[in-house]
């Protein structure tokens, strides 16, 4: 396993794994309300769903938004992810508009993360991250399959190529077809974590088949899952308290 990621006193990698909480409103009252609602949850990062707000292509409403949820949410990182519609997200966005909103995102100095799609291109991700890091930025690239299973070796390369990218914590996210496609998520995981990886990873099989993957990220190498407070973001997430209970009582006993 590489080394961990810290953000804001939260440490990504080390330890029982962290539970990133999504924000899904659409407009600014609901994602406000979300983020208030979150106060007396366990959560150690909260993500802005940005392409669910409706104001997203006018950057004087993000900026505004990021404004008060870094009020509401205190010292609790914030990770900024427009989720693209190929990669299962609400809007469809040009590559040249997705790369400015994320820099302009990061340089706002509101956000502690930001999540760059790895599959944009290698010179709009790499504009992405060298931006990002100018500001003091966490990366996460991430890519997302929500039809399939990609096979072990393919899911490792993706990975690998993010960690080349120079993210600083490559994610993916796959959908099951079957019980065994839980378990080639799990040993692709296993398998960057231990021979590939010097920087924490995020990996997760989606739906019901794959939730056991959400859980036992301490054990096979994935560094940060994601809980519902309210409206979950992807198929299979858990309620986060739940979350929290079952990653610590996996910890104590491992």
């Known amino acids: 396993m590489g080394a961990y990621v810290e953000v804001r006193g939260v440490r990504i990698g080390e330890g029982v794994p962290k539970i990133c909480v999504p924000i899904v409103g659409k407009t600014k009252e609901e994602i406000l309300a979300a983020a208030k609602s979150f106060e007396n949850v366990k959560k150690d990062v909260v993500e802005f769903r940005v392409d669910w707000f409706e104001g997203v292509f006018d950057f004087a409403q993000v900026e ?23 990669e299962g997200g609400e809007k469809e966005i040009e590559p ?4 400015e909103l994320n820099k302009r995102a990061a340089a706002t100095g509101l956000i502690d993360l930001v999540d760059v799609e790895a599959f944009t291109g290698d010179a709009f991700v790499k504009e992405v991250i060298d931006a990002a890091h100018e500001s003091g930025v966490v990366v996460v690239a991430s890519n997302h399959d929500f039809d399939k299973t990609p096979d072990k070796e393919e899911i490792v390369k993706r990975l690998r190529k993010m960690q080349e990218l120079d993210a600083d914590i490559p994610k993916i996210a796959v959908m099951p077809q079957n019980k065994k496609d839980v378990l080639t998520l799990l040993s692709a ?13 995020i990996t997760m099989s989606m739906a019901g088949t794959g939730l056991i993957s959400r859980l036992c990220g301490e054990v096979f190498g994935s560094a940060l ?18 979350l929290n209970k079952i990653l610590t009582l996996i910890h104590k006993s491992l």
């Open 64 to 86: 505004n938004v990021l404004k008060e949820l870094r009020e509401i949410l205190k010292n609790t990182p914030i990770l900024f992810t427009f989720r693209t519609s190929k």
């Open 96 to 99: 040249e508009v997705y790369v």
């Open 189 to 201: 995981t296993e398998e960057m974590a231990s021979e590939y990886a010097d920087r924490p990873i």
């Open 225 to 242: 899952t994601f809980g519902a407070v309210g409206k979950a973001s992807a198929p299979g997430q858990m309620n986060a308290e739940d």
